[in-house]
T-cell receptor, first 113, second 116 residues
């Protein structure tokens, strides 16, 4: 069974640009969550999507957005990039159910210069 | 407001001995807890989880203990192996407001080094 796939693995963008990251969940998983990892703030929750609807949102500015498609694949977008957006962005998928663990992809390393 | 805390930034143990990683939480709504292992520039790998209806869960060399009254959980690794060297994160979630455990709140991580 294939794991969570994130593309691209690495990105370098210039301040002010926008970026789109992609995540393909494990087959059969309908919940996709996004996290940002930085040295200073650790792993922080961005948002979760389920059945193409945002179900939960973390404490990030509106420049961070996402969406989910009917095949459960998800994208997140960051507009007007700032230097502080440089981070490892992680996607996790879960089966829908009572309590289930989240499985993470390898992440996209975004560097803003 | 850090709701999940791992107060030990690092832990060093000898191969074959027990590793004990600790985690405290403040939000009483949390009722599902997980441990992840992470290498730099990679995604976290799920290790073991525990629901608040239990106080212990075992999986091979890994055991997680939950003390709800103290809002404390710990991960025991016995015996420790050099390949266990990584950053360990505890995470907590709750089925609050219909979010259905979709949001994980992570601790800051503990770097475990197992010496041969």
């Amino acid at each position: 069974k294939a794991g969570v796939t994130q593309t691209p693995r690495y990105l370098i963008k210039t301040r002010g640009q926008q970026v789109t990251l992609s995540c393909s969940p494990i087959s059969g998983h309908r919940s996709v969550s996004w996290y940002q990892q930085t040295p200073g703030q650790g792993l922080q929750f961005l948002f979760e999507y389920f059945s193409e609807t945002q179900r939960n949102k973390g404490n990030f500015p509106g420049r961070f957005s996402g969406r989910q498609f009917s095949n459960s694949r998800s994208e997140m977008n960051v507009s007007t990039l700032e230097l502080g957006d440089s981070a490892l962005y992680l996607c996790a998928s879960r089966r829908q159910g009572a309590v289930t663990e989240a499985f993470f992809g390898q992440g996209t390393r975004l560097t803003v210069v | 407001d850090q709701q999940v805390k791992q107060n030990s930034p690092s832990l060093s143990v000898q191969e074959g001995r027990i590793s004990i990683l600790n985690c405290d939480y403040t939000n009483s709504m949390f009722d599902y807890f997980l441990w992840y292992k992470k290498y730099p520039a990679e995604g976290p790998t799920f290790l073991i989880s525990i629901s608040s209806i239990k106080d212990k869960n075992e999986d091979g060399r890994f055991t997680v203990f939950l003390n709800k009254s103290a809002k404390h959980l710990s991960l025991h690794i016995v015996p420790s192996q050099p390949g266990d060297s990584a950053v360990y994160f505890c995470a907590a979630s709750a089925n609050a407001g219909g979010t259905s455990y979709g949001k994980l709140t992570f601790g800051q991580g503990t770097i475990l080094t197992v010496h041969p």
